[in-house]
């Protein structure tokens, strides 16, 4: 069976090696490697470029910075061009934008999880929104979020 795999920020900003944000760098690696050798597909939602970039652009000095973000270019243009071992999700167009925007103020209102008093960030309800997508798309497959998230780790199907 194979499995698709959308890519989270958490992820990412561990696989790029981010510092501040790649504390559990070593589990992410080794978690890649299995995921790869299993022949999973791995897919970049759009939230999980702009959060990276963030994340990038707001810690350390300037060189760690220019540093870190020549990594991301690296990363984001091989997504692009079918150099790097995931690939970009098909950027939403206005009209989806519009309908995820409509169910924001109530995921926002919500808490996410009992034991949690937040609810769910726009970036993470459009990489829920790839996910459904992605379930659609794949109906034979295994989609699933990777994410150090607990929340988001929830979002899986199993054929």
């Not at 992820?11 to 080794?30: K, Q």
């Not at 973000?69 to 079918?82: D, E, I, M, N, Y």
């Not at 919500?110 to 659609?136: H, V, Y």
Request: aromatic content about 10%; glycine content about 6%.
């Amino acid at each position: 069976m194979s499995s698709v795999c959308l890519i989270d920020t958490s992820i990412f900003l561990n696989l790029l090696d981010v510092p501040y944000c790649n504390e559990s760098r070593s589990e992410v690696a080794e978690d890649f490697t299995t995921f790869a050798e299993a022949g999973c597909s791995f897919l970049l939602p759009m939230a999980t470029i702009l959060e990276t970039g963030n994340h990038i652009a707001q810690n350390g000095d300037g060189n760690l910075r220019r540093e870190t973000a020549q990594r991301f270019v690296l990363a984001v243009k091989g997504a692009f061009s079918g150099e790097a071992p995931w690939r970009p999700v098909v950027f939403p167009v206005t009209e989806e934008i519009v309908s995820w925007i409509d169910t924001f103020p109530n995921c926002a209102g919500r808490n996410k999880a009992p034991d949690k008093q937040e609810g769910t960030s726009f970036g993470d309800l459009t990489i829920i929104q790839e996910f459904e997508k992605a379930c659609t798309r794949f109906p034979m497959s295994e989609v699933f979020i990777w994410s150090l998230d607990s929340d988001l780790q929830s979002y899986r199907q199993n054929p």
